[in-house]
């Protein structure tokens, strides 16, 4: 069995920054995104993009019903992101007893849209 590490204090959400809040029945994440982060082209690498999105819906779901894994994601990338601060949120599209409906939207420095990703995830453990 892999070793289980704390929400929110995971190495990768540490390796790319990721700091964490919520809201009412959201779950937001801050960064900055860096060259290190980058695709050859110089912007945001799409897997990274994705990641982030992921690990919002997946706090989301931790913080307002329990442990639960992606089953499938969508991701549209709208515009392309450079080295700027960004905003990540997750909500609720419908919480079953079992399989979470979830999307999440990436906001670039600006205001605008870079990205939104939408996802199935099947609950694994209700919080106490
Ligand atoms: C370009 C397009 C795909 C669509 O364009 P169109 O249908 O023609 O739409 P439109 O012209 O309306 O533009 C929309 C907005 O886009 C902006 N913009 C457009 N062209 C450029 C430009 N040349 N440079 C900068 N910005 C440009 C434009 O200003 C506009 O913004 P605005 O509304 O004015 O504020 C756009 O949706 C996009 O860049 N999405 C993000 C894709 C993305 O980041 N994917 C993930 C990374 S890929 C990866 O990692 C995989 C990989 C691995 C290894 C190696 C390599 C790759």
């Not at 990768?12 to 919520?22: A, E, R, W």
């Not at 442990?67 to 905003?87: D, G, I, N």
Request: aromatic share 10%; net charge neutral; with cysteine.
């Amino acid at each position: 069995m892999l070793e289980r590490m704390d929400f929110e204090e995971f190495f990768l959400v540490k390796f790319f920054g990721l700091t964490f809040s919520y809201g009412e029945e959201t779950c937001i994440i801050n960064l900055e995104s860096d060259e290190y982060m980058f695709n050859p082209q110089g912007s945001l690498h799409g897997g990274v993009i994705s990641f982030i999105m992921d690990v919002s819906m997946g706090h989301l779901c931790k913080k307002f019903i329990g442990t639960a894994v992606t089953l499938e994601m969508k991701t549209q990338f709208v515009r392309p992101v450079s080295k700027e601060k960004l905003r990540c949120e997750a909500s609720f599209i419908k919480k079953g007893k079992e399989i979470i409906m979830v999307e999440s939207r990436l906001i670039k420095e600006n205001g605008k849209l870079a990205a939104i990703g939408t996802a199935t995830w099947k609950l694994l453990n209700k919080n106490d």
